[in-house]
């Protein structure tokens, strides 16, 4: 008895401490579709529940230290706009691929190439990059040797390229896969345009 | 084997110094308008674009702040004004298929967009808000916790 009443005690003081020192200030979590438009899923788990939230602007909220979190309800467009307005504003643009092809066995682009390149140029001031990925591949055709000494002076043609146009070298990293990492996949001495290429991720 | 030493050193040769500079950074400050602050151990930094961010580091914004986050997995967190987050834990390596990413936000406005690990390793993200624990399945959120 004596003991029930010890753990009755300690378990009184340490609610009030809890309710006492814990925040009390209301938490809401709110699922939205990802850039993509896919919708995945979150749990919210409290000392009290747990919650599912798998629907677009599906949102829950906690109010208390240990409740349980609200039942879900759907955020509207209102109260997105009102609560995040600025944390949406400061959102990073999603990171942007591009594959610039080679003529064979040169770092050559070729001429469809050559006309899109402006468009890397233009993603990265859009987004102020400062962080530029730049690697280089070979198709599977010659030796090894010469493969990867192909795929990296098409990488280091196209950083020269784009540092010509204004582009901090230091933001930019360079790697070369030789023959490795094809994008069609093939058995060796196999040429392919689709492999002969340049990929530049902007983020 | 003499192929395999010609081929590092293109390799070598091919790397460029861009992150060698920080390679332990775990993500980098992508935007940022008016002010906000990185506390590291007991120093504070001002918060500039590109300045890396390190694994321990808390983040906070200050009433007219406010910043994304981009992480080396492609996860980005964006914070508000008045808001501070923790960035607890983090490993991405897949490599040796080692993930971590575990996040504390303390106050303020947040988005939070998942990245690779998101993609790879679902069960190795947590974010923790003072009164409950999130877990996600490759996804977008947007959190708010009220402050004072």
């Known amino acids: 008895m004596k003991r029930l009443i010890a753990i009755l005690t300690g378990i009184t003081l340490l609610l009030g401490l809890c309710s006492g020192c814990a925040p009390k200030h209301t ?40 409740a ?29 691929k591009f594959i610039i092809y080679f003529n064979n066995n040169t770092s050559e682009m070729t001429s469809e190439s050559q006309s899109s390149f402006h468009k890397i140029i233009e993603a990265i001031n859009k987004r102020k990059a400062i962080r530029i990925k730049i690697s280089g ?12 000494k192909l795929s990296c002076t098409r990488a280091r043609f196209i950083r020269d390229l784009l540092v010509r146009q204004g582009i901090t ?19 060796d001495n196999v040429s392919e345009p689709r492999n002969r290429r340049v990929e530049i991720i902007v983020r | 084997m003499k192929t395999m030493i ?32 990185i506390l590291r151990g007991d120093k504070s930094i001002p918060a ?39 960035m607890a834990d983090y490993q991405f390596n897949p490599r040796d298929g080692k993930y ?7 106050k303020g406005t947040f988005s939070y967009i998942s990245g690779l690990i998101g993609k790879l390793s679902p069960n190795s ?6 009164n409950a624990t999130i877990s996600v399945r490759g996804t977008k959120l947007l959190i708010n916790i009220e402050a004072d």
């Open chain 2, 6 to 37: 010609f081929s590092l050193l293109i390799l070598l040769f091919c790397i460029s110094q861009a992150e060698a500079v920080h390679p332990d950074s775990i993500g980098h400050i992508q935007t940022l308008n008016g002010t906000a602050t």
């Open chain 1, 68 to 96: 349980e979190p609200s039942t879900v309800t759907t955020a509207s467009s209102e109260y997105l706009n009102k609560k995040f307005a600025q944390v949406l504003a400061v959102e990073p643009i999603p990171s942007e």
């Open chain 2, 48 to 86: 500039v674009r590109a300045l890396p961010v390190f694994r321990g580091d808390t983040i906070r914004t200050s009433k007219t702040g406010s910043l994304g986050i981009v992480l080396t997995d492609d996860t980005t967190f964006s914070l508000g004004p008045n808001s501070e987050i923790v």
């Open chain 1, 27 to 66: 938490q809401t979590v709110l699922l939205t579709p990802d850039p993509d438009g896919h919708v995945g899923k979150a749990v919210v788990t409290t000392a009290g529940g747990i919650q599912l939230l798998d629907t677009a602007n599906a949102m829950t909220t906690i109010s208390e230290p240990n």
């Open chain 2, 100 to 106: 971590s990413m575990i996040t504390k936000m303390v």
């Open chain 1, 169 to 187: 070298a230091e933001d930019i990293k360079v790697s070369s896969h030789g023959k490795g990492n094809q994008l069609i996949p093939t058995a």
């Open chain 2, 125 to 130: 993200i947590k974010m923790d808000i003072p």
């Open chain 1, 137 to 148: 591949h070979a198709d599977s055709t010659g030796s090894d040797k010469l493969n990867i």
